[in-house]
Structure formats: structure tokens, C-alpha cells
């Protein structure tokens, strides 16, 4: 039996070029069938359009890739090792398009925080706007120091501070309270009662660890000192290095925390602590969000912004003028 080309093949092939993606489809299509015309349905062309696609590829290389007989193909000397390199080329060309495109289609939206609001109430609450929203990614950035956000990566902050460290156009979310709260079984202790801020005396507190003072609002001192009790000494000392560390200490009974509003609601209304005493002073801090003006006009970004002012709006309205729930006497 004998194969022969049947093609009248250029020489010459320029230097240096490389065919295009649709000539090495072609090829590729009918090297792996090994027939130009179930190629053509294969790519929804025809066998014509094939064979013609084959024939210019082969002129620009110099060579004959197929040998052609009658209702049979067969690759030549120099089509069998293109065949391979053409189907990595093109395996490799698909999985990094479809990476391009499923990058683009997700919507990635970041946001900035403190640990302690992102833990103890953004997080657990998350969940309500990507069910909402299933093709934006949520990327939180928990972190203590107030972000740039025209400087940085986030799109949105929510800031807590008092209102003239918020940045131009935030808009407040929360207020906020400050009291002690405990685990109901500590409460509950006959031996230690927790009748009076004074009781403290006999608990230990729960501090954040800030031996440069750089964030006196969280101190008890602060609290204590607008109790009246400037010189109370605790029964014993526990301290963490974060806000989001310290109430899930005080859900276990390892001592008494102080509680702010809103991070501590949810475990109030779970039952899982209670606030012993009435807050004594109104704190000047205040949840604010901010949304950078490079991401303002994402609907994405618009659509985070109004969830956040709805959630916060929903939550705030029982709380507004009541005081938190109170251990049982």
C-alpha cells in the first residue's frame, strides 16, 4: 500500500511564524480523528473549510502534515510530533481562558474592619448577603488601624471611632454602649453576687493587653472610673490581645468583660451572657460606614452598603432607649 501527500506543498516557510489558533484547532481536530470531515463537525465547519485550513498550515510550515488517500488519513513524519505540542497548546490556552472569564464574572468585593466587629457581628451575619448576592466574593480585612481606603485594596470600612475620625461621607451604623457583661453561671454565683459595680471586687476581669495605653476606651479603668471605683482591685487579672478573644472568655465564665453594643447583643439575646449592671456613661464611639470613591459606583459595592444600613437599621430599632437585659435576681 502505498501513502503519498497528494498535495503540492510550499517551501520556504517564513522565519519565526507561528500559525494561528484556528490553523492548529484544525489540525488538531483532524490529527485525533484522523478525518477531515467528522473534524468540520467537530468544529462546526465544513470538510472543505478543514481540508483548506490543513493545506494553508502546511504552507506555512513547508511541509505535508497528513497523508491523504481516499476516505483515510494518516499523519506524516513531521505531522506526528505537532500533533502532540498542538494539543498542549490549546489545552493550555482553554483552562487559562476559562480562568480569565470565571475571574471576571466574580465579583470580588473587600471590606475593612476591626477583629472585633468583624468576628462578633459581621461574619456571623455575612451569610444574608451572599445568599442575596452568590457572584460577589467577600474578602474581610480584620485589622485594628484605620485604612486609607483611597491608598489601600478595600472598597468598603466600617470604622469604629468617634464620628470626626469617621472620614467624609461616612454614615453611622451603630451606637454604642458599654457595661459588664458575665456568663449566666457566673451571674448566678451566691458566693460572689454581682449586685453592684462594687461586687467587681471579688471577680476577675477580662482586659485587652495594651501596655502602651493606645486604646484607653477599651480599658476597665475607663469604665471604673465612671462607676466612681477609681481604686477597685479586682480578684484577678486575665488579659488577650484582642477585643474578639475576650467575649467568647466571658461566654465560658473564665471572668467578667466589658460588653459593647452591638458586638455582644446576639450572646445576650442567645442567653449566653448577661449584663449584671445598667451602663453607667454613654460611649463617644460610635460603627461608621465608608465606601471609597474609586468602588462607589459598583453595584456590588452599592448593594454591601444598603445590606449593612438595613441589617444595622433592623437591629439598632429594639435597642434604641432600653438598656441591655440584666442578670436575674
Avoid at 469604665?223 to 487579672?237: C, K, Q, S, T, V
Avoid at 450572646?267 to 454613654?282: C, D, E, W
Amino acid at each position: 500500500m502505498t501513502w503519498m501527500s497528494n498535495r503540492n506543498v510550499k517551501s520556504g516557510p517564513a522565519s519565526g511564524r507561528l500559525p494561528s489558533l484556528d490553523l492548529l484547532k484544525g489540525f488538531e481536530s483532524a490529527a485525533r480523528l484522523l478525518s477531515f470531515t467528522r473534524a468540520g463537525e467537530e468544529l462546526h465547519l465544513t470538510q472543505s473549510a478543514v481540508s483548506r485550513q490543513i493545506k494553508e498550515l502546511e504552507d506555512q510550515l513547508g511541509v505535508a502534515l497528513f497523508y491523504r488517500r481516499h476516505r483515510s488519513l494518516a499523519l506524516t513524519a513531521a505531522g506526528q510530533p505537532l500533533y502532540p505540542a498542538a494539543a498542549q497548546v490549546l489545552a493550555t490556552m482553554r483552562a487559562a481562558t476559562d480562568r480569565v472569564r470565571a475571574a471576571s464574572a466574580q465579583k470580588v468585593l473587600t471590606v475593612t474592619t476591626t477583629p472585633g466587629f468583624a468576628s462578633l457581628w459581621l461574619i456571623p451575619r455575612i451569610a444574608g448577603f451572599t445568599r442575596e448576592h452568590p457572584g460577589v466574593e467577600v474578602r474581610i480585612i480584620a485589622e485594628v488601624r484605620i485604612q486609607e481606603l483611597e491608598r489601600g485594596d478595600a472598597d468598603v470600612a466600617v470604622r469604629y471611632c468617634p464620628q470626626a475620625m469617621a472620614g467624609p461621607g461616612a454614615a453611622r451604623l451603630f451606637g454604642e454602649q458599654v457595661f459588664p457583661v458575665c456568663s449566666p453561671a457566673l451571674a448566678a454565683d451566691a458566693k460572689r453576687p454581682l449586685r453592684v459595680p462594687a461586687d467587681l471586687r471579688n471577680h476577675v476581669l477580662l482586659h485587652v493587653d495594651d501596655p502602651d495605653g493606645r486604646w484607653p476606651w477599651q480599658a476597665w479603668r475607663v469604665w471604673l472610673e465612671a462607676a466612681g471605683l477609681p481604686d477597685l482591685r479586682p480578684a484577678g487579672n486575665l488579659r488577650f490581645s484582642g477585643y474578639d478573644q475576650i467575649i467568647p472568655a466571658a461566654i465560658s465564665g473564665h471572668g467578667v468583660a466589658l460588653g459593647r453594643t452591638p458586638l455582644v447583643d446576639a450572646a445576650i439575646a442567645a442567653g449566653q451572657l448577661v449584663a449584671p449592671f445598667r451602663p453607667i456613661a454613654p460611649s463617644d464611639r460610635a460603627y461608621w460606614i465608608v465606601v471609597s470613591r474609586r468602588a462607589a459606583d459598583r453595584a456590588e459595592v452599592a448593594d454591601f452598603a444598603a445590606w449593612l444600613k438595613q441589617v444595622a437599621a433592623v437591629e439598632s430599632a429594639p435597642r434604641a432607649g432600653r438598656a441591655p437585659r440584666r442578670a436575674a435576681r
